[in-house]
């Protein structure tokens, strides 16, 4: 599965989350290169990732690598790339990058250009390698440099290929964004409980093993969601009471307009990236 060195431009969450999944899938640990500018993140790295060789500077590990990984704050991804650019036009690297609504033209272009970029978007699943992510390759990427990004996003779960750029930003809504919808749901569903009169912790735990079953029972039984739902809502039950409720409401076509929002911040993220680039 080894592709040669892959340096990771950003010590954080996830990029822990991914050198983790890499080295626990038995990549060579001196080939897992992370670029970290903070010693006490540094510390930390070191001791969760045995074997990987963690730096201060970007430089030096990108001009190593087979793969570059960029995983920074997209409001700072420009800042960081463009210093790179004359060595990545030397060493030609694949290029990936989980730097949310950051187009792949505008990173080619801060890094010197005509490179094989991969945009991914993972999601928080990924630090306990539960996660799912999205991926969308430009059309310079080989397909061996695609096989070799999603060997490498893989390691942290499943990886959903995309054939437009666009869709990256509706699974930035709909999966990168989703575990937050999932924890408010969770939350409320506690809420009540305790409001009619359930010990927290109990409440807790019917939620989240509640949570868990519904989760394991969608991805089973190949049944459509209206059948799952059918099959807990029979007529005249609470079940029912709950729905017939919820169904005078709006309750659907606000969800829906809370996730094209989300879609939206990510488009509008890619354009002031965008502005600020041509600066």
């Given at each position: 599965?080894?592709?040669g ?52 500077d ?79 390759a ?17 390691t ?24 937050a ?72 076509d ?10 939206d ?15």
């Amino acid at each position: 599965m080894d592709y040669g060195k892959v340096a990771f431009v950003g010590g954080g969450n996830m990029a822990r989350a991914l050198a983790g999944g890499m080295l626990a899938a038995g990549y060579e640990p001196s080939h897992v290169l992370i670029c970290e500018p903070l010693a006490e993140h540094r510390k930390t790295l070191v001791e969760e990732l045995p074997g990987a060789v963690v730096r201060a500077d970007n430089a030096t590990s990108v001009a190593e690598a087979e793969c570059v990984l960029l995983a920074v704050k997209p409001q700072i991804l420009g800042d960081v790339c463009k210093p790179l650019a004359h060595i990545v036009q030397t060493t030609r690297p694949l290029i990936i990058s989980v730097a949310a609504g950051i187009r792949s033209s505008d990173i080619d272009a801060w890094l010197g250009g005509n490179l094989a970029v991969v945009r991914v978007m993972p999601n928080q699943g990924a630090l306990l390698r539960l996660g799912i992510s999205g991926m969308f390759a430009n059309d310079k990427t080989t397909e061996l440099q695609l096989r070799a990004a999603t060997n490498i996003i893989a390691t942290t779960g499943p990886v959903i290929p995309v054939s437009s750029e666009e869709d990256i930003d509706t699974v930035t809504a709909v999966s990168g964004t989703g575990p937050a919808y999932f924890y408010l749901l969770v939350d409320m569903l506690v809420r009540v409980a305790v409001d009619l009169g359930l010990d927290y912790d109990a409440a807790l735990a019917l939620v989240l093993e509640t949570a868990r079953g519904a989760g394991e029972m969608a991805e089973q039984s190949g049944e459509t969601m209206d059948s799952l739902i059918a099959r807990v809502r029979s007529p005249g039950g609470t079940t029912a009471a709950a729905f017939d409720y919820l169904e005078t409401t709006d309750f659907r076509d606000i969800f829906s307009a809370a996730v094209v929002a989300a879609r939206d911040r990510a488009v509008e993220l890619a354009d002031q990236a965008h502005a600020a680039g041509q600066d």
